[in-house]
């Protein structure tokens, strides 16, 4: 088992910046993976960014790409957010990858998540 808790969300204005963390326990060394999602209301699911726990290798969204960066510690993983849009709004969500699926939205440990709201 793997636990995640996700800290770090919260009000910041358009053009502004955040940092999530992500603290990982449990079967950490099982980990090949870790990633950030993001779920906005009446939207699906999307990942935002991955990264590999070995060899650093990153994967960001289209959508995020240049202005987020995704970094890892030893059990603790990072989303720099910056410039910030009203669009990047949502739930976030860190989750954990035991198989090693880089780009894939498929995972398989979840954080109870942290919201991030841009306003305008």
């Known amino acids: 088992q793997v636990q995640l808790v996700e800290s770090g969300g919260g009000l910041v204005q358009a053009g502004g910046s955040l940092r999530l963390s992500c603290a990982t326990s449990?079967?950490?060394?099982?980990?090949?993976?870790m990633g950030w999602l993001r779920q906005a209301p009446g939207k699906e699911r999307e990942s935002v960014a991955d990264i590999s726990r070995s060899s650093g290798y990153t994967y960001y969204a289209d959508s995020v790409q240049g202005r987020f960066t995704i970094s890892r510690d030893k059990n603790t993983v990072y989303l720099q957010m910056n410039s910030l849009k009203p669009e990047d709004t949502a739930l976030y969500y860190c989750?954990?990858?035991?198989?090693?699926?880089?780009?894939?939205?498929?995972?398989?440990?979840w954080g109870q998540g942290t919201q991030v709201t841009v306003s305008s």
């Open positions: 989750a954990a990858d035991l198989s090693g699926r880089y780009g894939s939205p498929k995972y398989d440990y």
């Open positions: 449990g079967r950490t060394s099982s980990i090949l993976r």
